[in-house]
């Protein structure tokens, strides 16, 4: 029989408490887990300004970074990593970079995403003898005509300004024109304010819209709009949603704004509002989210993520404070993840937030972290193109 395995006191080692000094371990192993994701965000572009240029020293950076977190918080937590791919990014990295002159070459993904029409066009043949390759060929040129079509269509289609269409099930087509500043979305319901504010949380909607219960307006699942990124990368279109529904299971974004006071808010997205009292009126109503003191030698906050806390108008109220944000406002969409350790703290390590009951207790007391690695931007496969 086997003696039993002498499990090393990482905690207490001269190296461990070089890197880490006091940390308890699971915040170390979050603390390695952070430099993980910031390296490979490093590595992609992630939400950055420039991803194209990198210079002799941006490199050597990169590369010093990479080696030391293989041989130094790697090793002391989980061992020698004797891997091809961990000894090349902690001993051949700067090599690549100097010699390639970028970050992409050798990136297969390209390859492999054109390689899909090709192995759907496959699916279609006979996949028996020469006549293989014709059959390819003839289903290529034919996804291309359908798709020149489809683009023709597309650029002959004008769409009017607001034409509302009364749907029988009191549900609202609107038709808008194409814009320069914001896309809009195209369905929407109508409703009542007194029913609008028999929604979880939106008992004081009225006095915030200062309308009479009786008034309608029109509400949408989605809105998409143009988005800004504070890092310097250019606007892409982003979709945010506020539906019961999205695939078959809810969807409620964050979304980062400018208030009334020009100060830049976070917002949980709640109701889309596309008319109101019969005008166009584009706005969406968010519960409000404020900054909330960082938890003391946190690697998430190190790394960029700010801890966030629901914002409650007075400290008795059951429901968080909402806002009216005009979409002009929005400037990006933004990922929010509970803060886990305060979730465990509360109510157990294998607590999850689905499983935690929505009271007003709950509500005051839980907790949010925003996902500074979630990448928004990247690295372009073809910067050339």
Known sequence: MLPDPVVPDVVTSTKYRRLFGTLPLHTAVLDVFCRMAALGGRLMGDNMAETVQMTEKQMRDLADEAQNFIIEYVDVLFGPAHTTKAHRLANHLLAAL????????????????????CKKMYGRTNKRGPTVVLQMMRAAETQCEVLRELRELEDEDGGGLYDLLEQPDGAVDVEIAPSAAMSQSHRGLRMTIRQAAELPGM???????????????????SFTFFCSFEWGSASVVQ???????????PRYDYCWYTDQHGRRQLGWVRLIVRMLGGAVDDFAVVRC???????????????????????FAHPNDDWPEIARVPLTKVHRIEHVVADFQDLGNRHGLRAVPSGIPDTPAERHAQRFFTNHFHPFTSRALNPSS
């Not at 100097?98 to 029409?117: I, M, Q």
């Not at 006095?207 to 699942?221: D, G, P, Y």
């Not at 003191?293 to 998430?300: E, R, V």
């Open 98 to 117: 100097l010699n390639n002159c970028n970050l992409w070459e050798g990136d297969t993904s390209e390859n492999e995403r054109l390689h899909g029409p």
């Open 203 to 221: 008992a004081t909607l009225g006095a915030l819209l200062q309308r009479h219960a009786e008034c309608s307006i029109v509400v949408s699942q």
């Open 239 to 249: 979709t945010a949603c506020a539906t019961e529904s999205y695939l078959g299971k």
């Open 289 to 311: 989210l404020e900054e909330y003191p960082a938890i003391p030698q946190c690697p998430l906050t190190r790394c960029g993520c700010k801890r966030m806390a629901r914002r």
